[in-house]
């Protein structure tokens, strides 16, 4: 029957390979059973001592063998130990190997027996599994894609370097500590519960884009695949990679633009070609320019005769800004871009520049791009974008801005163009320069006007026109006028250092001062409008300002003008059609020159007049008066204005009749506000 155990055992042992083991400490003797010295490659029954039986241990485990049976040795507690053993033919086994100790009565060892079983397979799938978690580390440490593990609450319980990287974190830990996924994530607060209500319904959530904030507050695009995982324990937590799509969404997001530019581009376009009116085409501009770009800001200025600017439309700004006179060359931004050949570009973050137009400035505007309209030697103005954030424009967006500034340019000359032709003074209310021109008529002036001119040439010692249509005229003389420039080649302004304008004009402040120290200019060559008694003005102003006894500048002065026709026509201030252009509030009155008794007493009938009021302050804005005499009575208005005093002044004076200039009086009673009832 023991014999019989006893190859049980044996067959058992060999099955589990599982050797038993015996050391004799007294005897110095190791006794194993068969299946043991199988284990170790030693022969069956081979005499084994100590030191022999530990021969097979692998050399970096041998040290740390000995040091745990040696413990054991001392103590008497049984141990267990794990360590590898080379076999003769080079083969390495792992080995598990359980001992406990028999003491004597003195409490010395005596004894120790034990189990060592070849756990070699094993060892090897723990190795694999070690290894292959490494790599799963490694992989996610080093993955392009971030990702992370979470809680329902919103905290990362794990994220990787790249995740890290992505929100503008140092490290994962750091990234693990301070990210609140509910409060501190999502640029739009409702995405959170969004991606979570998809998770839930679904398990899982492939492919949601979102916009993050990074640790320093700039934002990054994400696209999120997650999956929700609930452990036995009841444990729930969401897992997933994330990917960085901020360059692909800002690429989509850039030929969206580049999209609108050119369809806003293309309706503008058509919009020109098929309008008449030009306020309406401006404010479309502004808009769509401000639309496009998505800025707060937009404004198109016109450029004066002056040399200063004027607010013609805008979008985004506060009520007054329309109609405010911006100064032009190098005191503002716009004055700039009419004298450079770039567009200017205002980042008031970098390098503040000289000059910032003070309603850019009250509305927080950090950055804009200005672009001329219109050719440089005879622009119209300019148009420019602002935003109040700190904004980079793309060498895209300056083409769609030059395009627009194009557009706006053609259309302007066309409309103007068109202005010019239908009327001989354009500039003037229709019906002023209606007077003129039906004077001329009755005096059997023929006016071909709105008429192009194809051919000039020489014919039989008279001059001869092919117009349009056919039409052909020939006369004596041909007076073609062009305008003017100014006479400033030989003055060596360069040698002295004087600036020069695009067009020549010498550039002076407002208080006639050009950019070489001691030198001043006046008159015709600074541009603007060039009249005799503007000169004679700049004399006087300069006079003043030299000798310290005045505060007036040229740039807050009214300059009133005379045609001088038969009749004349005269004006100061706006005409109605400009201060509808700027938005300006007013009251006007208008009255035939025939109502005018000393008119009517020296048959100069032919006329009309036109006053424009301030409702709030009943000052005079703006008179035109075309009939005999005009540059004489538009001085009336021109005291006026320059004193700041009430249209009532002239209502309450008492004025010589039969003159003209009671007819100024009869004219500004014809506001309602002043009438007799």
């Given at each position: 029957m023991r014999d019989r155990l006893e190859t049980l055992l044996a067959e058992a042992q060999a099955l589990a390979h599982i050797g038993s083991w015996e050391w004799d400490l007294l005897a110095n003797r190791v006794t194993w059973s068969d299946e043991h010295y199988r284990l170790f490659d030693f022969p069956v029954g081979a005499s084994l001592d100590y030191e022999k039986a530990g021969s097979r241990n692998h050399p970096a485990d041998r040290a740390r063998a000995h040091q745990v049976i040696q413990q054991s040795l001392k103590d008497g507690q049984p141990y267990i130990l794990e360590f590898r053993i080379v076999l003769p033919d080079g083969t390495q086994r792992w080995i598990e190997a359980r001992g406990r100790a028999e003491v004597d009565a003195a409490g010395r060892v005596i004894r120790k027996v034990g189990t060592s079983q070849d756990i070699t397979e094993r060892a090897e799938v723990a190795?694999?599994?070690?290894?292959a978690e490494s790599q799963y580390r490694e992989l996610i440490e080093n993955a392009v894609e971030g990702v992370f593990r979470s809680t329902p609450q919103g905290r990362f319980l794990m994220a990787n370097q790249s995740l890290a990287r992505m929100l503008g974190y140092e490290s994962p830990e750091q990234l693990i500590a301070e990210r609140d996924l509910t409060r501190d994530h999502y640029v739009r607060s409702d995405e959170r519960s969004r991606?979570?209500?998809?998770?839930?319904?679904q398990g899982v959530v492939q492919g949601f884009e979102y916009e993050a904030y990074?640790?320093?507050?700039?934002?990054?695009?994400?696209?999120?695949?997650?999956?929700?995982?609930?452990?036995?324990?009841?444990?729930?937590?969401?897992?997933?990679?994330?990917?960085?799509?901020?360059?692909?969404?800002?690429?989509?997001?850039?030929?969206e633009l580049r999209a609108r530019e050119q369809a806003a581009v293309a309706r503008l376009g058509e919009a020109a070609l098929a309008g008449h009116d030009l306020p309406a085409l401006l404010d479309g501009?502004?808009?769509?320019?401000?639309?496009?770009?998505?800025?707060?800001?937009?404004?198109?200025?016109?450029?004066?005769?002056?040399?200063d600017l004027v607010c013609r439309t805008g979008m985004g700004w506060q009520p007054g800004v329309i109609g405010t006179v911006v100064p032009g060359?190098?005191?503002?931004?716009?004055?700039?871009?009419?004298g450079s050949e770039h567009p200017v570009v205002l980042d008031r973050d970098a390098q503040p520049p000289v000059q910032v137009e003070p309603h850019l400035v009250s509305h927080g505007v950090r950055s804009g791009i200005t672009v001329i309209i219109g050719p440089r030697d005879h622009p119209f103005g300019a148009l420019g974008v602002f935003a109040v954030e700190r904004r980079s424009f793309t060498v895209d967006d300056v083409n769609f801005l030059q395009g627009i500034a194009s557009i706006l340019a053609a259309a302007i000359a066309r409309l103007r163009g068109e202005e010019l032709r239908d009327h001989l003074l354009a500039r003037e209310d229709p019906e002023f320069s209606s007077v003129v021109e039906d004077v001329f008529r009755r005096e059997g002036i023929e006016l071909l006007l709105g008429t192009?001119?194809?051919?000039v040439s020489q014919r039989g010692g008279e001059i001869a026109l092919e117009l349009g249509g056919g039409k052909e005229v020939r006369g004596s003389h041909l007076l073609v006028a062009v305008g003017r420039r100014p006479n400033t080649d030989d003055l060596g302004c360069d040698k002295a250092g004087v600036a020069l304008d695009p067009k020549g004009f010498i550039e002076a402040d407002d208080q006639y001062r050009?950019?070489?120290?001691?030198?001043?200019?006046?008159?015709?060559?600074?541009?603007?409008?060039?009249?005799?008694?503007?000169?004679?003005d700049d004399h006087r102003l300069l006079f003043d300002i030299l000798l310290g006894q005045g505060k007036r500048t040229r740039r807050d002065r009214l300059i009133p003008y005379t045609v001088f026709t038969d009749p004349q026509v005269a004006g100061v201030g706006l005409t109605e059609?400009?201060?509808?252009?700027?938005?300006?509030?007013?009251?006007?009155a208008s009255m035939p020159f025939g109502d005018v008794a000393r008119a009517i007493e020296l048959d100069e009938t032919a006329g009309q007049m036109k006053v424009l009021v301030d409702p709030k302050s009943e000052r005079v804005i703006g008179a035109t008066i075309a009939g005999a005499e005009a540059g004489e009575l538009i001085h009336v208005f021109v005291t006026a204005m320059q004193a700041g005093a009430s249209a009532r002044a002239i209502v309450d004076a008492e004025f010589v009749h039969p003159t003209f200039s009671e007819g100024v009086q009869s004219l500004v009673m014809k506001l309602d506000r002043f009438a007799l009832h």
């Open positions: 190795a694999a599994l070690r290894h991606v979570t209500g998809l998770a839930e319904a990074r640790r320093d507050g700039s934002t990054v695009w994400l696209r999120a695949h997650a999956r929700v995982v609930r452990e036995p324990g009841g444990t729930t937590y969401y897992e997933g990679m994330v990917e960085d799509v901020t360059h692909r969404r800002r690429a989509d997001a850039l030929l501009a502004a808009s769509l320019v401000a639309d496009t770009l998505d800025v707060e800001f937009s404004q198109i200025l016109e450029l004066r005769p002056d040399g060359r190098a005191e503002s931004q716009a004055g700039l871009a009419l192009k001119t194809t051919r050009t950019k070489a120290t001691g030198v001043y200019a006046v008159g015709d060559v600074l541009g603007g409008p060039q009249f005799t008694h503007t000169s004679w059609k400009e201060a509808r252009q700027k938005g300006v509030a007013f009251e006007a």
